[in-house]
């Protein structure tokens, strides 16, 4: 299913062509899908808009050239550059309600993060980076040393290092398709 941010962001591009409002009931996705195929002369289909929207349950990951489409309809090259976009790993932006900034974190503080599909991660602040206490996103591992720099509801969460048993495994992003569902400190 695709992020409110992602979703807003196409529904506001629907509106401004004339030929719709926004995406409310799963009939809209058939006008959406024509528009897209319109716009950006590739085929995508209603029913794929449905489980984007999340009108469909659907079992797996949406595949590449789908969110390619979506990014071209937005204005973006392609899904990395529309990631790029949204990416607050290097933001100043200030702190919001939906916002978390790693120094908003004391020593042994413990923050939750969810995201689509079910998945949950649990780091612990350690001086100052992170340890991945629990995660079922088999990206992450338990041990996992993170760091990042905003996390934001909506958004792809960017750990700009990870660190696994020693060994640096650079810059990770998850909850790329949903962005951050909940952000919850103890």
């Known amino acids: 299913m695709l992020s409110k941010l992602i979703k807003d962001k196409i529904n506001e591009r629907f509106a401004q062509s004339g030929f719709g409002q926004s995406v409310r009931y799963p009939k809209d996705c058939t006008a959406l899908a024509d528009h897209i195929s319109s716009t950006c002369k590739t085929k ?25 489409i979506i990014s071209e309809y937005l204005g973006f090259k ?15 932006e200030s702190m919001g309600l939906e916002k978390l900034k790693p ?61 696994r048993k020693g060994e640096s495994l650079g810059k990770v992003q998850v909850a790329t398709v949903s962005g951050i569902t909940s952000i919850r400190k103890d």
Do not use: A
């Open 44 to 68: 995508i289909s209603g029913s794929t808009l449905k489980r984007l929207y999340g009108f469909v349950k659907g079992t797996q990951e949406p595949r590449l050239y789908t969110l390619d």
């Open 78 to 92: 392609g899904w990395e550059h529309l990631l790029q976009s949204l990416d607050k790993s290097n933001s100043g």
């Open 103 to 163: 120094e908003q974190v004391r020593k042994g503080q413990n923050v939750f993060l969810g995201y689509e599909p079910g998945k949950k991660i649990e780091v612990q602040k350690q001086g100052s980076n992170f340890v991945i206490l629990s995660s079922n996103d088999r990206k992450l591992l338990m041990g996992d040393v993170v760091t990042f720099g905003i996390i934001e509801l909506h958004h792809p969460l960017t750990f700009t290092g990870i660190s």
